[in-house]
């Protein structure tokens, strides 16, 4: 648990480590888990210092039309 973290991030980090160890997880990987998916949640959110833009899409896009493959 970083130090950087708000109070409810750290709610929410223990509350992903416990739904990763009841569903069988090690304890080490459901740690690794949460850690990863609160700091996803930090980024999107604009929580952390430099805000990540590589994995910013809206939800909304699409594409119009599938691409095809080269054979």
């Known amino acids: 648990m970083a130090k950087s973290w ?3 991030r750290e709610r929410q980090y ?6 990763a160890k009841s569903r069988g997880r090690s ?3 459901a ?5 990863a998916t609160v700091n996803k949640t930090r980024r ?6 430099g ?5 910013r899409r809206s939800s909304t896009r699409s594409r119009s039309r599938p691409r095809s493959r080269r054979r």
């Not at 223990?14 to 739904?19: H, Q």
């Not at 999107?44 to 210092?49: C, I, N, Q």
């Open 6 to 8: 708000s109070n409810k």
């Open 51 to 55: 805000s990540s833009r590589s994995r």
């Open 44 to 49: 999107r959110k604009g929580e952390t210092k």
């Open 14 to 19: 223990e509350k992903i480590k416990r739904s």
């Open 31 to 35: 740690k690794r888990i949460a850690a």
């Open 27 to 29: 304890t080490g990987t």
